[in-house]
């Protein structure tokens, strides 16, 4: 199915990307090209079939809850674009 | 010794160095200096680790003349792709938004090859985030073939492939969600193995698709392939998703006899769309595998055309919300325009992401998006129990399904980039093993009239690596394609 430049604006919102303009043009052909081939799927009956999130029947996996130290934080705060004592620093939030 | 060093076999080098023949320093230097002559032609390295490497050549060296035990990889070179973590190390996954990013622990693997001895020279070349199938979408320029400049080395693991095949390094880690070890193995020319699903963990590989994504190792020969993968198997608490099905000793299992063996030649694989050197290179080693007395027959995976459009909806999806971590807020780059933390994260991300990484969070968040889930998620999520159901039906009937490995040879630079279809179809006969969780084998059966190289593929039954390894020992027993060395000087 075609997709058009205003799906492309309000994906891009969702996924929090701000597009140029070109982007956009780009990503509505594109996508709708893509998207197109996929429309083969809905020529397969799939009713009754279980979907797939893993490749094998997974159980989950329990562990005790135990505290154990794995990461320093100020190792962790190395990389922070900007950082205050031990805290990430970001523009302000709440107005 | 030394000019030959480069030639020789990881297994080779870990016994010579065992037995004092030649020191882990020599080795170390012998690859540093190959990689300096020609990585700057090759780009397969994003950074070579030389200090570090020497620095612990030395310390092995030493630890052997005292007489100390040593891991079964020690002094062996290897190199890590770019989106697997080793403490103090950069992780940039080739691309802007983790420029500067410096990894604070050892993925597992890491600290399993550092148990073993192994000698890391550096990080290698990907797709960004491994996104792709030809190494050009990485941030940091693209990966030449070493058997052919103008040609790309395949991808994701395009820098792991291009470096043992040009021997820079004995052995390489790559990780494959699509096929991203086994089509650029295929596309230069030498081994590259896709584990079983939760074979290998996971912690520290900066995550792609996780239902897909497998680390797994590149190597020469089959041997070589067992040994690494000897070393990095196993489960792992930190990895809920790895497996505690016991680990065979690989090293021993893979000379072991080949037969009884039936071999699936799965119909779909060999359709049109295949380039005439591919299959009659495929169809030669058919015939090499029937004269070492295998039984070859014809299967069918009946849902095998589907796969391509159910891994471009399931793996962008999951892609999709992987990546948001990435905001420009802990780690990785921060734009410094917009006035609003909003404005903060959609710049940073506009501005660090490139433009497939941004194509498939589009199409992951749109095939999830609300009114969308149904026909587009959903649906591939049960299209993937059908070809999930295929190889379970095969592997009733045959043990391995054998299959070209990618539809062409190695593809010029550009040519497919310009159209994103295009080079999601390159990877047609890689993604259903990823999809069933199966473990895969590329080998090298040839090259095509310009001398570029051709790999067909094996597929087994879950945790049956043992029987890939042991095809492709006995498969290189008879043929001498892996001792070819590219021309590149």
Known sequence: ?95 | MKSEIINLEANQIARAIKKKEVSAREVVQSFLDRASDLNPKLNAFLEVKVEEALEKAQFLDDKISRGEPTGLLAGVPIAIKDNICIDGWKATCASKILEGFVASYDATVIRKLKSADAIFLGRTNLDEFAMGSSTENSAYGATKNPWNLDCVPGGSSGGSAAAVSARLSPLALGSDTGGSIRQPASFCGILGLKPTYGRVSRFGLIAFASSLDQIGPFALTAQDCALLLQVISGGDSLDSTSSDESVPDYCSEVTQPLLPLKIGIPKEYFVSGVEDSVRSKVEEAIQTFKSLGAQCEEVSLPYTDYATAVYYLLAPSEASANLARYDGIRYGHRSNKGKSLIQTYENSRSEGFGPEVKRRIMLGTYALSSGYYDAYYAKAQKVRTLIRKDFEQAFQKVDVLLTPTAPTPPFKFGEKVKDPLLMYLSDIFTISCNMGGVPGISIPCGFDSKKLPIGFQILGRPYDESTLLRMAYHYQQKTSWHKQIPPVK
């Open chain 1, 1 to 95: 199915m075609a997709i058009t430049k205003k799906d492309v604006e309000y994906v891009a919102r969702l996924a929090r990307l701000s597009l140029t303009e070109d982007e956009k043009e780009n990503f509505t052909s594109q996508l709708s090209s893509i998207l197109e081939y996929m429309e083969k799927l809905k020529t397969l009956d799939t009713s009754g079939v279980e979907p797939t999130s893993h490749p094998f029947v997974s159980k989950t996996v329990w562990r005790e809850d135990v505290v154990k130290p794995l990461f320093k934080a100020e190792k962790i705060l190395e990389n922070a674009p900007d950082k205050e004592e031990s805290f990430f620093k970001v523009k302000k939030v709440l107005e």
